[in-house]
């Protein structure tokens, strides 16, 4: 490595990075994640998450599908992931008074119920603060993707 910024991972899959500015000079510590997820609640049924920081993951920052049912995100702060910040799917659930910004793809997918049936989903999404979303991928990617 001879230039700032670069990287390299090995055959071993060791990774070899060369900062910007020398380690002394950081304010914080380094964040490498390859998780897909941060937070991983698919399928859970009467949970509230409230007042947490999520951050860093490689894909989505909470992932709460599979149907889920009964489920609240309530007042979290998600930031910085690759692709989107929080997707929701199930019934009876919703995100409200949280903060999603600095995501790859859309901020909220918020989807529930059944369209052949016509079962309603009463998924909710309101008092939300959503910026700098499609940071990634910037087309066909809206802050909020909603159905239900």
């Known amino acids: 490595l001879?230039?700032?910024?670069?990287?390299?991972?090995?055959?071993?899959?060791?990774?070899?990075?060369?900062?910007f500015d020398p380690l002394e000079q950081w304010t914080s510590d380094p964040v490498l994640s390859i998780a897909d997820a941060a937070l991983n609640m698919s399928g859970v049924h009467h949970v509230t998450i409230s007042g947490v920081a999520v951050e860093h993951a490689?894909?989505?920052?909470?992932?709460a599908d599979k149907d889920v049912k009964h489920?609240?995100?309530?007042?979290?702060?998600?930031?910085?992931?690759?692709?989107?910040?929080?997707?929701?799917?199930?019934?009876?659930?919703?995100?409200e008074?949280?903060?999603v910004f600095d995501v790859g793809c859309t901020g909220l997918h918020v989807h529930g119920g059944?369209?052949?049936?016509?079962?309603p989903g009463k998924v909710y999404a309101h008092g939300n603060s959503l910026s700098y979303v499609a940071r990634y991928k910037r087309t066909y990617q809206p802050a909020i993707h909603w159905g239900g």
């Open 114 to 119: 059944e369209m052949r049936t016509l079962t």
């Open 97 to 99: 008074n949280s903060t």
């Open 2 to 19: 001879d230039a700032p910024n670069e990287f390299y991972i090995s055959r071993r899959g060791l990774l070899y990075y060369l900062p």
């Open 71 to 95: 489920v609240s995100i309530n007042g979290c702060i998600v930031q910085h992931h690759g692709a989107q910040g929080i997707v929701l799917q199930g019934t009876i659930a919703g995100v």
């Open 58 to 63: 490689r894909a989505i920052g909470i992932l």
